[in-house]
């Protein structure tokens, strides 16, 4: 899918079910914007994604229009995702709490972000979760609106995430 500008009160979903997964999925110059609150107390992600191989993400953008909420959590949280590529993917947490990631990524392998961007007022831009999590590269990406780049939780195995040439607060 290419070229689309998604106006949506609630998420995307994309999930396949466990042994199962969707594979082969490709956006590319894209906008998803969530705008309004929820009505009910459900915490929920703009973009969530389970259980997929082969998602490709190029120049996504995912816009608030409201001001961060306690309902909204990241713009992308990944679950067991294998082979996301994401390049120039530009995202802030919907959340009012900024310890929420934009991106958060739990038991995801062979992640490959490059040229992202975090928007104004993002807290932490990318969370790496869970002890399945396998080669992880955040690299040439423009995070320096972030008050932290990239998190790596307790449990990830040790050099599974790498990152190179971004550009941070210093």
């Known amino acids: 899918m ?3 500008t998604v106006k ?5 979903i994309i999930e396949g079910r466990q042994g199962h997964p969707i594979e082969g ?3 590319s110059d894209s906008r998803f914007v969530i705008d309004r609150h929820l009505e009910r107390e459900q915490e929920i992600h703009a973009f969530e994604c389970e259980d997929v191989r082969g998602l490709s993400l190029r120049n996504v953008e995912v816009e608030w229009r409201r001001e961060p909420s306690a309902q909204w959590r990241s713009a992308m949280d990944c ?3 294998e082979d996301l590529q994401l390049d120039g993917f530009t995202a802030r947490q919907g959340a009012a709490d900024k310890s929420v990631p934009a991106l958060r ?3 995801c392998r062979d ?3 490059r ?3 975090a928007a104004e007022g993002t807290g932490t831009f990318v969370r790496v979760e869970g002890g399945k999590t396998r080669s992880v590269v955040v690299m040439g990406s423009d995070l320096h609106r972030a008050e932290r780049a990239v ?7 040790a050099g599974e995430v790498q990152q190179s040439g971004n550009y941070v607060r210093a």
């Open 2 to 4: 290419s070229g689309l």
């Open 8 to 12: 949506a009160p609630g998420r995307c």
């Open 25 to 27: 999925i490709s956006i």
């Open 79 to 81: 679950q067991e995702v």
């Open 105 to 107: 990524l739990e038991n």
């Open 111 to 113: 992640v490959f972000a």
């Open 115 to 117: 040229g992202c961007r």
């Open 151 to 157: 998190e790596v939780a307790d449990g990830v195995p």
